[in-house]
């Protein structure tokens, strides 16, 4: 087995409710203050688009987080119950029927992050534009496109290198698990791979995926490389990024 790409866990109990009030908080929101921005035009803008991929992000995370503490709650109680057959308490009980609504829509969930995740970046994208305003300029269209643009240059981006070496080398977690994962194993035909949801410690839920690259059909898993995703560690580097985004944007008072 090769070494596991993607996310690494947090490795620490979160606190769910903490975590979803701090992906709530939309960390471009200064930037829009500056702006004056009208956050509820009638015709929509990038703006207006970019607010309304935060906000299915944010729900879709939500779910997620809520239904990871179910999950949790279940495997370090209720299921060492039903292992071993011991009756449920009423408190394991409730936790069992719950974990039984939700276990099955895990992996959709995280799917779900992802794809919003996805989508919410090439918003981000579209808005550089009211700051990248002349010379040789970037799709505005995707954000893979416009990251791809920046590691071709050559030269210094000009007065914008700082954030054309950001997004060239404080990206990485986006070509690896998010680029990869949503484009080869959920939107376009996905290699020979085997993928489950695991628990990497007692309190949070990741997909991991196998990519199988040993010789088919006789050993298609002798050889495999791991990829990891992980909610909750995508969240924090996506929020890492915003938050120097909205610096980085206010700094240039556009």
Same mark, same amino acid.
């Given at each position: 087995?090769?070494f596991p790409l993607?996310?690494?866990p947090?490795?620490?109990?979160?606190?769910v409710?903490?975590?979803?009030?701090?992906?709530? +908080?939309?960390p471009?929101?200064?930037?829009?203050?500056?702006?004056?921005h009208d956050?509820n035009?009638?015709?929509?803008?990038?703006?207006? !688009?970019?607010?309304?991929?935060?906000?299915?992000?944010?729900?879709?995370?939500?779910r997620?987080l809520?239904?990871?503490?179910?999950?949790?709650?279940?495997?370090?109680?209720?299921?060492?119950?039903?292992?071993?057959r011991?009756a449920?308490?009423s408190?394991?009980? /409730?936790?069992?029927?719950?974990?039984r609504?939700?276990?099955?829509?895990?992996?959709l969930?995280?799917?779900?992050?992802?794809i919003h995740?996805?989508?919410?970046?090439?918003?981000?994208?579209a808005?550089?534009? +009211?700051f990248?305003k002349?010379?040789?300029?970037?799709?505005?269209?995707?954000?893979?496109?416009h990251? /791809?643009?920046?590691?071709?240059?050559?030269?210094?981006?000009?007065?914008h290198?700082?954030?054309?070496s950001?997004?060239r080398?404080g990206?990485?977690?986006?070509?690896?698990?998010?680029?990869?994962? +949503?484009?080869?194993?959920?939107?376009?035909?996905a290699?020979?791979?085997? !993928?489950s949801?695991?628990?990497?410690?007692?309190?949070?839920?990741?997909?991991?995926?196998?990519?199988?690259?040993g010789?088919?059909?006789?050993?298609?898993?002798?050889?495999?490389?791991?990829i990891?995703?992980?909610?909750?560690?995508?969240?924090?580097?996506?929020?890492?990024?915003?938050?120097w985004?909205c610096?980085y944007?206010?700094?240039?008072?556009?």
């Amino acid at each position: 087995m090769n070494f596991p790409l993607g996310h690494r866990p947090l490795g620490k109990r979160p606190n769910v409710r903490n975590e979803i009030a701090r992906i709530k +908080r939309d960390p471009l929101e200064p930037w829009f203050e500056v702006l004056g921005h009208d956050l509820n035009p009638v015709i929509s803008t990038d703006i207006s !688009r970019y607010r309304d991929a935060y906000r299915l992000y944010f729900l879709s995370a939500r779910r997620f987080l809520t239904n990871m503490s179910v999950v949790a709650r279940y495997m370090a109680s209720a299921y060492y119950a039903r292992k071993h057959r011991v009756a449920y308490t009423s408190h394991e009980r /409730k936790i069992a029927d719950k974990y039984r609504e939700i276990a099955p829509y895990t992996e959709l969930e995280i799917i779900n992050c992802l794809i919003h995740a996805r989508i919410l970046l090439d918003r981000v994208a579209a808005m550089s534009s +009211r700051f990248l305003k002349s010379g040789n300029r970037p799709s505005f269209n995707s954000f893979s496109d416009h990251k /791809k643009f920046f590691q071709k240059l050559s030269g210094s981006y000009g007065e914008h290198e700082p954030y054309a070496s950001y997004i060239r080398n404080g990206t990485s977690w986006f070509e690896m698990p998010l680029k990869e994962v +949503r484009d080869n194993f959920v939107v376009h035909s996905a290699p020979k791979h085997m !993928r489950s949801v695991v628990l990497p410690n007692d309190f949070e839920v990741e997909l991991l995926i196998l990519k199988a690259e040993g010789i088919y059909p006789e050993k298609p898993l002798a050889k495999t490389t791991p990829i990891i995703v992980n909610v909750l560690r995508m969240s924090h580097d996506i929020e890492g990024f915003l938050d120097w985004y909205c610096a980085y944007a206010v700094g240039k008072k556009v």
